[in-house]
């Protein structure tokens, strides 16, 4: 019987159980388990950051624990890997099946560009090399943009600044006229579509209705109960397109309307969804996992306030620099900032903190960033006296806490 009133602690397991928390670990991590726990979740979002763990890495650690990160590279890296680059939700990998579902995006990132006054001049001062780009890699195949030998490719403004030839390369990219051809040094390799997808491949990409129908679809078996805003930030749609799938869902029976204790906004519940009596989860998350990188949704279901602070001066931070989410069974309990020293050999806990009104299990959390050292290839791990949690912290891993500063 299909539930239509849950309470907040129910949806917080239907939550967590629609992105495969609570499933029994498999006892070895194959190739296959990668590749499944990767289909569970759909996509994974991309980011350059790499002081503890690339972030596409982190998600399939936090479900199936200690994994060979050479199978996931197989799986997303290469020219001929199964899934592919785009813009999903922000820059994601998806699986290379998924791209025409967003044939409609590439269309109407043209129609933006060349008629929002603020696009036009930079689409205008890239046609040229655009042109020459296409030409050469039709010439030479794939390609990242440091390879393009030409004169244009030199940063503009400040150091973090994009060349010509890299704005011209990623406004084919938005459009679709050239696509992801994997990573090289992680670096984006570009290539023409017909270099790396099968011939006609968006010729049965669906139009923008039905695309997005699927991916409210999609997004409501991997969300598994969740308001309108949380659907559509999943793929991030827009709130008119999202309201009309979820009502042609809805009328289809694979998405039923629940009431949820707390929450202010309608909820709906996709109808395969289950409602675990318990979830048994131990975890740090990425910043860019799906449980929290929407923040108002990781408020609301969680009461955990998460803002990333990689971009706040030093002396502003709060938390840290790059600050995990602690998940232990269906509570975010704290969180804690990570590096992953390689030079040293170490994972270091740069803070540690109980969320208020929680008490972080330390010892459960000792234990996981031991083996989380052991993932990264290091030994010890260290604790700076930073952080509500810290000294519990490192009395449970049996260290002695290094002075802040």
Aim: no cysteine; aromatic share 8%.
């Amino acid at each position: 019987m299909v539930r239509t009133t849950l309470s907040a602690s129910e949806a917080r397991r239907v939550a967590l159980a629609a992105q495969g928390f609570g499933r029994p670990r498999p006892e070895a991590v194959t190739a296959r388990t990668v590749s499944a726990g990767a289909a569970r979740l759909g996509l994974l979002q991309i980011d350059s950051v790499n002081v503890f763990e690339r972030s596409h890495y982190l998600p399939l650690y936090a479900r199936l624990g200690a994994y060979d990160k050479a199978a996931l590279d197989r799986l997303t890296l290469t020219q001929r890997s199964p899934w592919i680059e785009y813009w999903a939700h922000e820059a994601a990998f998806v699986p290379r099946d998924d791209l025409r579902l967003f044939r409609w995006r590439m269309d109407a990132y043209r129609e933006r560009d060349a008629t929002r006054p603020n696009r036009i001049a930079g689409v205008e001062r890239t046609a040229r090399v655009r042109g020459e780009l296409l030409a050469l890699l039709a010439a030479q195949g794939p390609m990242p943009a440091s390879a393009v030998e030409h004169e244009s490719n030199v940063r503009r403004g400040p150091w973090w600044g994009w060349s010509d030839v890299k704005h011209g390369l990623e406004q084919l990219f938005r459009w679709g006229d050239v696509v992801s051809a994997g990573r090289a040094g992680f670096e984006r390799v570009y290539a023409l579509p017909d270099q790396v997808l099968p011939a006609g491949y968006f010729a049965t990409a669906p139009d923008r209705q039905d695309a997005v129908r699927e991916l409210v679809r999609r997004s409501a078996r991997a969300v598994g109960i969740g308001t309108r805003a949380d659907l559509a930030d999943h793929h991030r749609l827009r709130a008119d397109d999202t309201a009309a799938a979820i009502a042609d869902l809805e009328d289809a029976g694979e998405l039923v309307p629940v009431s949820v204790a707390g929450w202010k906004d309608r909820a709906w519940m996709h109808v395969d969804a289950r409602v675990p009596r318990r979830v048994d989860a131990d975890a740090v998350l990425s910043p860019f996992d799906p449980v929290v990188w929407f923040r108002p949704r990781a408020e609301r279901v969680f009461g955990f306030h998460y803002r990333i602070e990689i971009y706040t001066p030093a002396p502003k931070r709060v938390f840290g620099y790059y600050v995990l989410p602690v998940l232990q069974d269906e509570a975010l309990v704290g969180r804690v900032d990570l590096k992953s020293d390689r030079q040293r050999g170490v994972l270091h806990v740069r803070t540690a903190w109980h969320e208020p009104g929680s008490v972080v299990d330390v010892d459960r959390l000792a234990a996981l960033l031991r083996r989380t050292a052991a993932w990264q290839g290091l030994g010890d791990v260290e604790v700076t006296d930073r952080g509500t949690a810290a000294a519990d912290l490192a009395g449970a891993l049996g260290v002695r806490p290094r002075r802040d500063g």
